[in-house]
């Protein structure tokens, strides 16, 4: 179908620019930025007055929950979240049930996604089998099928010879791997950031020593292996000035932090509220402060939702027994808008942390708007404010810290390979 997007102001975060522009697409592709091609005649007109054109959103951590957890949501519901919340690419961890640590669930997921016409999914293949740290997983099968990357998910490996054995075997192909910085035995049975919320409310700690004795560990096996490591969900200042020394020293590094931790700290806990159980936990005003500023500077590069989609018993429990994480493929473009806000950030770089940043991070041609590219964009209306009802919500997962909140960015149209895969009114 031919599609012609008008009277929009077009976001190119890859190039820096922001101009209105209209948009042409043909085939699947974008053939046109700012004049039509000869002999185009749209069949689809979108009027985008008042409204933005942006690449579509790059998601680098959004689970799905197939194959395994369909009781708390399913690849339908979760790819209509992904559409509502103008996200055309995401990354997908390999903790489902079972495990992705072979061919024939890689493949088997990306067909089920490849049929819905929606989201492109990048799943991660396990690092080790059944993600236990022991024994390594086939990385050069796995990536045939499909895997852009190799992950241990939440669950760390304990066995430092394991995982050098593994970042080794990664950098003899050129595969990247995906590691939460955390020490197991540092955060054992902890719930909440170590510090003064923590010990009023009673609740076991997990100190910024977790992540900074991981992010040692992690380096130093770089420099041994010459490995590339994407750093997952950093959360503490501390951590963010390691990345930053690691990347001046030039180190192969990538890391992003979750859109929650973005904007939220410990004290936003209040009376053990639990849909703030999160992991890695919320530290305090000075490591949300700190990540904010590594957003600034380009030391974290990505920003991703971190979309874990849990069912109401997994909630509805005491702080330290619910189930950590928190619903986000639909908030992520709002909740970054709002940090540009009150960050003085232009939306154009804000942007790029979910566009082109994550698109580079996974080597992918995505989150631009060049002529030839696939067209994979969303229109959004950045003036128009929505309150987060858990009801409205496309996932079926209603969990976030964010329920009741009045969040600027509304999407008003998500297209997928030149298809027209969600409208709002």
Same mark, same amino acid.
């Given at each position: 179908?031919?599609?012609?997007?008008?009277?929009?102001?077009?976001?190119?975060?890859?190039?820096?620019?922001?101009?209105?522009?209209?948009?042409?697409?043909?085939?699947?592709?974008?053939?046109?930025?700012?004049?039509?091609?000869?002999?185009?005649?749209? !069949?689809?007109?979108?009027?985008?007055?008042?409204?933005?054109? !942006?690449?579509?959103?790059?998601?680098?951590?959004?689970?799905?929950?197939?194959?395994?957890?369909?009781?708390?949501?399913?690849?339908?519901?979760?790819?209509?979240?992904?559409?509502?919340?103008?996200?055309?690419?995401?990354?997908?961890?390999?903790?489902?049930?079972?495990?992705?640590?072979?061919?024939?669930?890689?493949?088997?997921?990306?067909?089920?996604?490849?049929?819905?016409?929606?989201?492109?999914?990048?799943?991660?293949?396990?690092?080790?089998?059944?993600?236990?740290?022991?024994?390594?997983?086939?990385?050069?099968?796995?990536?045939?099928?499909?895997?852009?990357?190799?992950?241990?998910?939440?669950?760390?490996?304990?066995?430092?010879?394991?995982?050098?054995?593994?970042?080794?075997?990664?950098?003899?192909?050129?595969?990247?791997?995906?590691?939460?910085?955390?020490?197991?035995?540092?955060?054992?049975?902890?719930?909440?950031?170590?510090?003064?919320?923590?010990?009023?409310?009673?609740?076991?700690?997990?100190?910024?020593?977790?992540?900074?004795?991981?992010?040692?560990?992690?380096?130093?096996?770089?420099?041994?292996?010459?490995?590339?490591?994407?750093?997952?969900?950093?959360?503490?200042?501390?951590?963010?000035?390691?990345?930053?020394?690691?990347?001046?020293?030039?180190?192969?590094?990538?890391?992003?932090?979750?859109?929650?931790?973005?904007?939220?700290?410990?004290?936003?806990?209040?009376?053990?509220?639990?849909?703030?159980?999160?992991?890695?936990?919320?530290?305090?005003?000075?490591?949300?402060?700190?990540?904010?500023?590594?957003?600034?500077?380009?030391?974290?590069?990505?920003?991703?939702?971190?979309?874990?989609?849990?069912?109401?018993?997994?909630?509805?429990?005491?702080?330290?027994?619910?189930?950590?994480?928190?619903?986000?493929?639909?908030?992520?473009?709002?909740?970054?808008?709002?940090? !540009?806000?009150?960050?003085?950030?232009?939306?154009?770089?804000?942007?790029?942390?979910?566009?082109?940043?994550?698109?580079?991070?996974?080597?992918?041609?995505?989150?631009?708007?060049?002529?030839?590219?696939?067209?994979?964009?969303?229109?959004?209306? !950045?003036?128009?404010?929505?309150?987060?009802?858990?009801?409205?919500?496309?996932?079926?997962?209603?969990?976030?810290?964010?329920?009741?909140?009045?969040?600027?960015?509304?999407?008003?149209?998500?297209?997928?390979?030149?298809?027209?895969?969600?409208?709002?009114?």
């Amino acid at each position: 179908m031919k599609i012609q997007i008008q009277n929009g102001t077009l976001i190119d975060p890859a190039a820096g620019t922001e101009a209105r522009k209209d948009v042409f697409i043909a085939a699947g592709r974008i053939v046109g930025i700012g004049e039509a091609p000869a002999d185009f005649h749209a !069949a689809k007109v979108i009027d985008a007055s008042g409204l933005h054109i !942006a690449p579509g959103f790059v998601d680098l951590s959004a689970r799905l929950r197939e194959p395994g957890f369909e009781h708390k949501a399913t690849l339908e519901s979760e790819m209509a979240a992904a559409m509502a919340g103008g996200v055309t690419s995401l990354v997908c961890p390999p903790d489902t049930d079972p495990t992705l640590d072979e061919p024939g669930l890689v493949e088997m997921l990306k067909f089920r996604a490849q049929k819905l016409h929606l989201a492109h999914v990048y799943p991660l293949g396990a690092l080790t089998m059944g993600l236990k740290g022991e024994a390594i997983t086939e990385m050069v099968e796995l990536t045939e099928a499909g895997c852009v990357g190799f992950s241990q998910a939440d669950n760390p490996i304990v066995d430092t010879r394991t995982l050098q054995r593994a970042l080794q075997y990664a950098t003899t192909y050129g595969y990247t791997v995906w590691l939460r910085p955390q020490d197991a035995y540092m955060s054992k049975g902890g719930v909440a950031a170590s510090g003064a919320v923590a010990s009023r409310l009673g609740l076991s700690g997990v100190p910024v020593a977790a992540e900074t004795i991981a992010l040692h560990t992690i380096f130093e096996l770089m420099r041994v292996t010459g490995a590339r490591v994407h750093l997952s969900h950093l959360s503490s200042a501390a951590g963010v000035e390691l990345v930053r020394a690691a990347k001046a020293e030039g180190l192969a590094v990538t890391c992003d932090v979750t859109v929650n931790h973005v904007h939220l700290t410990d004290i936003d806990i209040g009376y053990f509220d639990s849909q703030f159980r999160l992991d890695p936990p919320l530290r305090q005003q000075r490591d949300r402060d700190a990540i904010r500023a590594g957003l600034a500077d380009g030391t974290i590069d990505a920003i991703c939702s971190d979309h874990t989609p849990l069912d109401d018993d997994e909630k509805l429990l005491p702080f330290a027994e619910a189930t950590p994480g928190a619903t986000g493929l639909e908030l992520l473009l709002s909740l970054t808008v709002k940090w !540009a806000r009150e960050a003085n950030v232009p939306l154009v770089k804000a942007l790029a942390h979910i566009t082109s940043a994550p698109a580079d991070v996974l080597k992918l041609p995505a989150g631009r708007i060049t002529t030839g590219a696939l067209a994979d964009l969303c229109v959004f209306d !950045a003036a128009s404010d929505w309150r987060v009802d858990p009801q409205k919500l496309k996932s079926q997962g209603r969990n976030t810290p964010f329920l009741g909140y009045e969040l600027p960015a509304r999407v008003r149209a998500t297209i997928v390979g030149g298809h027209v895969a969600y409208e709002s009114r």
